[in-house]
Nanobody, 124 residues
Framework: QVQLVESGGELVQAGGSLRLSCAVS????????MGWFRQVSGKEREFVAT????????YYTDSVKGRFTISRDNAKNTVYLQMNSLKPEDTAVYYC?????????????????WGPGTQVTVSS
């Protein structure tokens, strides 16, 4: 069993920055992939970024490339999402997920564990 807890979400003005954290505990394997997703009320949860815990390889959705950076700290068992140049359309609840599948998964069905989420609101 893997437990995930997100933090760092808050209200920020457009153009600002935030860093989200995802604390990982439990039975975690280095082969896992960690992902960030976001969800707006009434819409499906959408992929944002993913990182392979062992290699550090990453993949992003097009809308955040060049603005967001996913990283992990092995010693702290924490995954981060650095978000720069934030836009109002980035407003959502952000979720951290853990996946045991191969590669860099981008769909919610491939993630077995989820945190409770953290709210990010970007004002215009």
């Amino acid at each position: 069993q893997v437990q995930l807890v997100e933090s760092g979400g808050e209200l920020v003005q457009a153009g600002g920055s935030l860093r989200l954290s995802c604390a990982v505990s439990g039975r975690m394997f280095s082969s896992y992939a960690m992902g960030w997703f976001r969800q707006v009320s009434g819409k499906e949860r959408e992929f944002v970024a993913t990182i392979k815990w062992s290699s550090g390889n990453t993949y992003y959705t097009d809308s955040v490339k060049g603005r967001f950076t996913i990283s992990r700290d092995n010693a702290k068992n924490t995954v981060y999402l650095q978000m720069n140049s934030l836009k109002p359309e980035d407003t959502a609840v952000y979720y951290c997920g853990a996946s045991a599948v191969l590669g860099l998964p981008t769909t919610t069905a491939r993630y077995s564990y989820w945190g409770p989420g953290t709210q990010v609101t970007v004002s215009s």
